[in-house]
């Protein structure tokens, strides 16, 4: 994993922060477009029963893995903005991340294989994703992450959406929300503001750069990258 900036060690807080990616996936339902959210379980450390996106931390193996298809060059160029981690590993790490806590997997046929559930004969597709936002967690809190959310439409996947029986236990109550419905769930703040930019986004719009809510420093510094 790429070592943060000077910037992000600062002084704040004695938390360190650490690099994550995030994905939500995005399907056309019978009630609009809706995306796959999962619930923390209540004795989590961080985000205790919160419903949220599938996500993690990058490991540091995440960077080896070969992908299936590269990034766009919009994309690598967003995620390259303001960060010394390659942006490859954070895709790889939302794609893995993906596959671990649901059990589904974006991906490309390939002779080379990341150990990962699901995809033996399959690498990640990276070329499905889209960077659509960005969020450091404030200081005060007992895990901060400087999480990256990257959007990907259903159709990518491989296999049966609704099959969640390979998933890990980390989230339960696997299941697709109408967007419409999503903010009626009991999830973390920056769940819903990156919710609000998701349902902008089904909606067609086409925002102007990747907003960046920057809680690094003494103050939240928002921008757009």
């Known amino acids: 994993m790429g070592q943060p900036d000077a910037r992000i060690r600062s002084p704040v807080s004695a938390v360190p922060i650490r690099d994550a990616a995030t994905i939500v996936l995005l399907r056309q339902g019978p009630s609009g477009p809706a995306v796959l959210m999962g619930q923390r379980g209540a004795k989590a450390a961080f985000m205790p029963s919160k419903f949220v996106f599938p ?94 959310f990257l959007l990907a439409p259903a159709e990518a996947l491989i296999g049966d959406p609704d099959d969640f029986s390979a998933a890990e236990d980390e989230l339960s109550h696997l299941h697709w929300v109408p967007v419409a419905e999503a903010r009626a769930l009991d999830m973390p703040f920056i769940t819903e503001v990156v919710l609000a930019e998701i349902a902008a986004i089904a909606e067609g719009a086409e925002p102007q750069g990747v907003p960046f809510f920057d809680n690094s420093g003494e103050s939240s510094v928002f921008s757009r990258l």
Do not use: C, K, N, Y
């Not at 919009?74 to 649901?102: D, G, K, N, Q, Y």
């Not at 589904?104 to 390939?110: F, H, L």
């Not at 889209?130 to 999480?147: C, E, H, Q, S, Y």
């Open 55 to 148: 996500g993690g931390a990058v490991d540091a193996a995440d960077a080896e893995v070969q992908l299936g298809r590269p990034l766009s060059a919009p994309v690598h160029a967003a995620l390259s903005a303001r960060s010394a981690l390659s942006p490859e590993a954070l895709a790889a790490a939302a794609l893995r991340e993906l596959a671990e806590e649901t059990g589904q997997i974006v991906a490309t046929p390939s002779e080379v294989s990341p150990p990962w559930p699901g995809f033996a004969g399959h690498a990640p597709d990276a070329g499905a994703l889209r960077f659509v936002f960005r969020a450091i967690t404030p200081p005060g809190r007992p895990r901060r992450f400087d999480a990256r």
